[in-house]
T-cell receptor, first 112, second 111 residues
Framework: NAGVTQTPKFRILKIGQSMTLQCAQD?????MYWYRQDPGMGLKLIYYSVGAGITDKGEVPNGYNVSRSTTEDFPLRLELAAPSQTSVYFC???????????FGDGTRLSIL | EDKVVQSPLSLVVHEGDTVTLNCSYE??????LLWYKQEKKAPTFLFML????IEKKSGRLSSILDKKELFSILNITATQTGDSAIYLCAPTVGGADGLTFGKGTHLIIQP
């Protein structure tokens, strides 16, 4: 019973590099979300998706892109990494809007 | 703009104490209020509150919502060191938009 799986768990990037954070869920959830969490702050929404082929911006989308080609996967892409993107990234999903979101264990990303 | 304020931001108590964590919110088209516990990794779900005045309980944890005054409290009785965590609240709204979280309360239980 995997739930929401995020890879990698940790990553260090150099400024200007690109990478993709992976998120997969095996619960057949339609709604998926990407958040970032900075020290002492709550989680802030980056992007979300209500189903395959549909994505939308959240509160802090600049510098990120997403795609949702399947129900299971919702990758987050950083094209030109910047130090301000150093954070812990969480992916979450839910079956419907009357249910709580389930979170992955996060990806800790440092950009130097 | 949606706003979620949690208090206190940090709290240190001794094992066995009772604590009350607060969450006030200002959102449009309120649907429910969620509480999560975050230890080292993923936030884990505690409660979903949709109706005012109805207490939800799970062991030593309980929570209640006041939709008129726009706040919720989370109580933990007979605290244990395993209760040490960051407690996050987040109101949900009518659309599919993601959650707006408060900054969280960092609770430390000393033995």
């Amino acid at each position: 019973n995997a739930g929401v799986t995020q890879t990698p768990k940790f990553r260090i990037l150099k400024i200007g590099q690109s990478m993709t954070l992976q998120c997969a869920q095996d619960m057949n959830h339609n709604y998926m979300y990407w958040y970032r969490q900075d020290p002492g702050m709550g989680l802030k929404l980056i992007y979300y998706s209500v189903g395959a082929g549909i994505t939308d911006k959240g509160e802090v989308p600049n510098g990120y892109n997403v795609s949702r080609s399947t129900t299971e996967d919702f990758p987050l892409r950083l094209e030109l990494a910047a130090p301000s993107q150093t954070s812990v990234y969480f992916c979450a999903s839910t079956k419907d809007l009357n249910q709580p979101q389930h979170f992955g264990d996060g990806t800790r990303l440092s950009i130097l | 703009e949606d706003k979620v304020v949690q208090s206190p931001l940090s709290l240190v108590v001794h094992e066995g104490d009772t604590v009350t964590l607060n969450c006030s919110y200002e959102v449009t088209n309120f649907r429910s209020l969620l509480w999560y516990k975050q230890e080292k990794k993923a936030p884990t779900f505690l409660f979903m509150l949709t109706s005012s005045g109805i207490e939800k309980k799970s062991g030593r944890l309980s929570s209640i919502l006041d939709k008129k005054e726009l706040f919720s409290i989370l109580n933990i009785t007979a605290t244990q060191t395993g209760d040490s965590a960051i407690y996050l609240c987040a109101p949900t709204v009518g659309g599919a938009d993601g959650l707006t979280f408060g900054k969280g309360t960092h609770l430390i239980i000393q033995p």
